[in-house]
């Protein structure tokens, strides 16, 4: 809904919106929003479900009919969650009111997710080096599964740990698999190599001390998308 409206808010504080045109939402959650046309995506003000919304007339007291009939106001709601912090929303002129129902959402899907640059680094070996192959994806471990395991071209065992945003919490996971695959007398030795899109250089130097190497990916160019040996600079 489009309208003009005063919004107060009583709970843990108090709030005050004057009398202005302002976006008023109402999601199938029973969550209620109010926006100016400004301020991207936060709202003004706003009760989280669950809550209870009620509609009403204005009310017949007399100084509440004077402020009413000053604005114009046509119908107030009163927004309640279980705290009993409330939302009233005194509503004037409304400008637009419309119902949509928009469905199940599918959820937000990135382009470049961890899952992507592995399945890429997967079927492209050769971005870590010439003769690489892949052993396996998803390698299991005793504390879970380390996501490529390759041999490089001198034959040798090497996991890699696949993130878009490379930081130390990542070269710590790394160090661990490597721990628990170097105990094993079938794949040792194994080498590790820590591949994101963007490394910070905190988890840079803390590689370089675990003898881990890091590799960045150029995301465009596995997909064929970009081609290096085109650029200026």
């Not at 919106?17 to 999601?27: D, E, G, N």
């Not at 109010?34 to 003000?45: F, S």
């Not at 160090?175 to 105990?183: G, I, Q, V």
Request: aromatic letters at 6%.
């Amino acid at each position: 809904m489009i309208a003009r409206c005063q919004v107060d808010y009583a709970g843990r504080l108090t709030a005050h919106l004057p009398m202005a045109t302002r976006l008023i939402m109402v999601k199938a959650d029973g969550s209620v929003s109010i926006h100016a046309d400004d301020r991207a995506y936060k709202p003004l003000n706003w009760m989280s479900a669950p809550c209870t919304l009620k509609i009403s007339p204005p009310p017949p007291d007399v100084e509440a009919v004077l402020a009413a009939d000053e604005v114009g106001l046509t119908q107030v709601w009163e927004v309640r969650n279980n705290d009993g912090d409330t939302l009233q929303i005194s509503i004037g002129e409304v400008l637009h009111d419309s119902q949509h129902e928009l469905g199940i959402d599918p959820g937000l899907q990135k382009d470049g997710v961890e899952a992507h640059l592995q399945a890429l680094l997967a079927e492209n070996p050769a971005a870590f080096g010439e003769g690489w192959t892949l052993v396996q994806r998803e390698y299991f471990t005793p504390i879970g599964p380390v996501d490529l395991l390759f041999r490089d071209q001198s034959g040798g065992y090497v996991a890699v740990e696949v993130k878009r945003r490379g930081e130390i919490d990542g070269v710590e996971q790394l160090t661990r698999y490597l721990e628990l695959m170097n105990a094993d007398p079938l794949l040792a030795p194994v080498r590790g190599v820590f591949a994101a899109q963007q490394i910070k250089p905190q988890a840079r130097t803390l590689a370089g001390t675990r003898s881990i190497d890091c590799v960045l990916v150029d995301y465009d160019a596995l997909r064929g998308l970009d081609d290096a040996s085109e650029r200026l600079f």
